[in-house]
T-cell receptor, first 111, second 114 residues
Framework: QKEVEQDPGPLSVPEGAIVSLNCTYS??????FMWYRQYSRKGPELLMY????GNKEDGRFTAQVDKSSKYISLFIRDSQPSDSATYLC???????????FGKGTLLTVNP | DAGITQSPRHKVTETGTPVTLRCHQT?????MYWYRQDPGHGLRLIHY???????DKGEVSDGYSVSRSKTEDFLLTLESATSSQTSVYFC?????????????FGPGTRLTVT
């Protein structure tokens, strides 16, 4: 079992929809959780960063971590065509400063 | 964008030839990482460095070697390229003293081994 599991999609939604992207992880040592956005043929860019459990909000984006169920979520409100990209979740913990990534979910927001 | 550049950006090479990819950063971050990204596998760690001359293996290190002689440069070498090493390679940087686990990625190198 891979340490971070992510449904690859693809996910297609109309403009303005609320999008929910989800990952599960198995490593109990993970304390840091991240969401990256990757446009086609570009490098991943850090979107949201969360430490331990709880929510973090940044504009239209909300990251949620539930350590009891080992579940990571990213919500996008009022989705825009410019949000069309692959979204990668990642977890890390311990002293080696390595991240383990999910395989990514391809999202398309249709105008 | 964080100050990370990768060179070359694209390369086509033949099986059996050596290839070196370069990652250069201007952020003075201590940690540097090499990943490969393939359809169906996502991002997988090849090697990483936690300081000058300090490196360690990731989950897919076979067939790859790395070197870091300066803080700003991290080289990835394929000693004898194989078709299975056709991939997109990303470099990332991090500095636990400043940003904990956050990693910042370069633009990638698209490598094709024929």
């Amino acid at each position: 079992q891979k340490e971070v599991e992510q449904d690859p999609g693809p996910l297609s939604v109309p403009e303005g929809a609320i999008v929910s992207l989800n990952c599960t992880y198995s490593n109990s040592a993970f304390q840091y959780f991240m969401w990256y956005r990757q446009y086609s043929r570009k490098g991943p860019e850090l979107l949201m960063y969360t430490y331990s459990s709880g929510n973090k909000e940044d504009g239209r984006f909300t990251a949620q971590v539930d350590k009891s169920s080992k579940y990571i979520s990213l919500f996008i409100r009022d989705s825009q065509p410019s949000d069309s990209a692959t979204y990668l979740c990642a977890g890390g913990g311990g002293s080696n400063y390595k991240l383990t990534f999910g395989k990514g979910t391809l999202l398309t927001v249709n105008p | 964008d964080a100050g990370i550049t990768q060179s070359p950006r694209h390369k086509v090479t033949e099986t059996g030839t050596p290839v070196t990819l370069r990652c250069h950063q201007t952020e003075n971050h201590r940690y540097m990482y090499w990943y490969r990204q393939d359809p169906g596998h996502g991002l997988r760690l090849i090697h990483y460095s936690y300081g000058v001359k300090d490196t360690d293996k990731g989950e897919v290190s076979d067939g790859y070697s790395v070197s870091r002689s300066k803080t700003e440069d991290f080289l990835l070498t394929l000693e004898s390229a194989t078709s299975s090493q056709t991939s997109v390679y990303f470099c990332a940087i991090s500095d636990p003293g400043q940003v904990n686990y956050e990693q910042y990625f370069g633009p990638g190198t698209r490598l094709t081994v024929t």
